[in-house]
């Protein structure tokens, strides 16, 4: 258990947490995240940790570990729900069992690249053209929403395929659904694509705005109903009002990441994150970045840089001459340099966790190539693309775009940056030398 001083010590820090929404991250003396838990009234719930009288073994076990309590307030306390699990998923911690499941919450999304765009649910964003709104906390009313909105629009329900098969039969009766009224119908060859385009739009705008018109004639519908006592029907406007208004009730995604990111960046998390990416079994420690440095073609070299815990480790940089390639060839560079660098950790048996090379698909290529003629197989690569700053993964055919705010991607961008200045200050140390003496360097 731990020293009553010290209890004494975080329970005052916690009398200082403000009473509102949000959620409260523990950490043990190295800074690593035990639990994160949300809250209603963050000072209300974290101070009941220092009650006896509510302390299970489990409480007492994690309270005995407990070094620091920070805290992060959201808008709402659906908010909290949300960060809560987005923090879970992310840290991991060992005293969180309940959201260990990745649990994530829906999206609504409109698949507008496909032919024919429907609704459905998603657990995940993608970058593939849809449109998404959400996320949802409610799942329940989420899918009462969608189906309300399939009885408003009479979008396609099918999925391409089945869609493309009703596109080649051109019998848009032999659809459940349009028999039902629920789908124009945009399978047939004589649908109005155009009419179906507009009411797209129309969905999109509903969405929105939140119903909100529709809302308020349900809700005089409902007192109609209940002045003429049709109480059924009066239930039933009562539920359409109840579904539209929990999903509507939502929270501001963007607003959930700007919280995400200011406790990422208070707690590092760069390599925590790099883990997930690369489906690492524990964080990146130690990590090189590699870059080339060939202006005009000339004085071609290479650099390594070396970051341990996020943190440079000036005494193990390396420069490199180019040996083996004659022009300005990025990708038979960063092979060359990778070969040589890792010949010499074999025989160091000093490997870092992960290898970051300035470049995309070719360059990442061509790292794994010369780790292969070594004899060194699935080595975490990751390649950082300039301008755009994509990621690319040796196992994904498309590069990876991280959020601007992403200590991931922070994290990479320092290294990759680092690199370059370095190879930079090598190769303008050889034109000097060039210059100087008029002959090249052995």
Request: aromatic letters at 8%; charged letters at 30%.
């Amino acid at each position: 258990m731990m020293h009553s001083g010290f209890l004494k010590s975080l329970k005052k820090s916690a009398k200082k947490i403000p009473p509102q929404p949000g959620v409260y991250i523990m950490k043990d003396s190295a800074g690593t995240v035990l639990y994160v838990g949300k809250a209603e009234n963050l000072n209300k719930r974290v101070l009941s940790y220092f009650r006896n009288d509510l302390l299970s073994p489990r409480h007492l076990a994690l309270l005995s570990e407990i070094r620091k309590i920070s805290f992060q307030t959201t808008r709402s306390e659906k908010e909290a729900l949300i960060l809560e699990n987005e923090l879970i998923k992310y840290f991991r911690p060992k005293y969180n069992i309940q959201l260990r499941d990745d649990k994530t919450y829906p999206f609504l999304k409109l698949t507008l690249g496909e032919a024919a765009p429907r609704l459905e649910i998603a657990r995940k964003k993608e970058a593939d053209g849809s449109r998404y709104w959400g996320p949802f906390p409610d799942a329940s009313s989420l899918k009462q929403f969608t189906k309300l909105l399939g009885r408003i629009f009479p979008l396609a329900k099918c999925r391409p395929s089945k869609f493309r098969r009703l596109a080649r039969m051109d019998n848009p009766a032999a659809c459940f659904y349009m028999h039902l009224g629920q789908c124009m119908g945009p399978c047939g060859a004589r649908s109005d694509r155009d009419a179906y385009g507009r009411m797209v739009q129309d969905v999109i705008r509903f969405i929105d705005r939140g119903g909100k018109n529709l809302i308020k004639k349900w809700e005089n519908d409902m007192k109609v109903s209940i002045v003429n006592l049709e109480f059924e029907k009066a239930e039933f406007f009562r539920k359409r009002i109840r579904a539209f208004s929990d999903v509507f009730d939502r929270v501001s995604l963007r607003g959930i990441e700007e919280e995400k990111y200011a406790v990422l960046d208070r707690a590092g998390g760069g390599s925590i994150e790099l883990a997930r990416l690369l489906n690492l079994p524990v964080p990146p420690r130690k990590i090189e970045g590699i870059d080339i440095s060939n202006l005009s073609g000339e004085e071609l070299a290479g650099s390594v840089v070396v970051f341990e815990k996020e943190k440079r480790s000036l005494r193990e940089y390396r420069h490199f001459r180019i040996r083996g390639v004659a022009g300005p060839d990025d990708p038979a560079m960063i092979h060359e340099v990778v070969r040589r660098r890792f010949a010499r950790l074999m025989e160091d048996k000093d490997f870092p966790d992960m290898l970051l090379v300035d470049g995309g698909k070719a360059q990442t290529g061509a790292a794994r190539r010369a780790l292969h003629e070594l004899g060194i197989n699935n080595f975490p690569i990751v390649g950082l693309a300039k301008k755009e700053e994509k990621i690319y993964l040796l196992d994904r055919t498309r590069p990876l775009s991280l959020p601007r705010r992403s200590p991931a991607l922070k994290l990479l961008q320092r290294i990759r940056d680092e690199a370059h200045r370095f190879a930079h200050s090598y190769h303008n140390s050889l034109r000097k030398r060039n210059f100087l003496f008029s002959k090249k360097e052995e």
